[in-house]
């Protein structure tokens, strides 16, 4: 069964609702137990990053996440579910993050005529072929809402980019591993 991580600081319901859209069951977990015996799991994320691995550690969520990630069981991050995964954001001072993929999270540059947040539809630029994104028109649109994005270390991980005042990456793969800067539950 697929369960979407609840350490306070997700839009679970919105994403619940999606699955439920296409048919597929989901449940909202809170506990270490729940994520150990997930089939499939969903971090979501909105909010700010420091806060958001806080709840993850505090409620003991952070190893078993990472253990699931580490079996390569299917594994989804949404927003700043996709933010942890990384070593560190530079989000109100330096985080540590999950450690999963080696980068960093950076805020946008201030640029004139750049509006910060991101927020609103933009596109895709796929970086090739991606199971994620099988059976999507190229000029699909996506809902984004962030002030910081994603830099890895490694390009191999990088599935999309996106276009806001500069080119982001926005969906980052590897093995099981999916994760996205946009919503998808929109």
């Known amino acids: 069964m697929i369960k979407i991580v609840d350490y ?7 994403v619940q609702k999606a699955f439920e859209k296409l048919g597929v069951e989901a449940g909202i977990c809170s506990r270490p137990e729940q994520i150990e015996r997930a089939d499939k799991l969903v971090l979501p994320g909105v909010g700010a990053f420091r806060d958001a ?3 993850l550690k505090q409620q003991e969520l952070a190893q078993p996440v990472l253990q699931h990630i580490e079996a390569d069981r299917p594994f ?4 700043l579910g996709l933010q942890l995964l990384f070593d560190v954001s530079e989000e109100d001072g330096n ?3 999950l450690g999963v993929t080696p980068g960093k999270v950076v805020r946008f540059e201030d640029r004139p005529g750049l509006k910060i947040p991101h927020m ?4 895709l630029e796929r970086v090739g072929p991606h199971p994620l994104l099988e059976g999507i028109p190229d000029d699909a649109h996506f809902d984004f ?7 890895p ?8 980019r996106t276009e806001h005042g500069e080119r982001f990456v926005s969906v980052i793969s590897r093995g099981n591993l999916f994760a996205t800067q946009f919503h998808p539950e929109k």
Not at 8 to 14: D, E, H
Not at 76 to 79: K, N, P, S, T, Y
Not at 120 to 123: D, F, L, T
Not at 145 to 151: E, T
């Open 8 to 14: 306070g600081m997700g839009n679970l319901r919105s």
């Open 53 to 55: 691995i806080a709840h």
């Open 76 to 79: 989804l991050g949404i927003c």
């Open 95 to 97: 985080w540590e993050g």
């Open 120 to 123: 609103g539809w933009n596109s």
């Open 145 to 151: 809402v962030h002030s910081y994005f994603v830099v």
């Open 153 to 160: 270390t490694d390009d191999s991980v990088v599935a999309a």
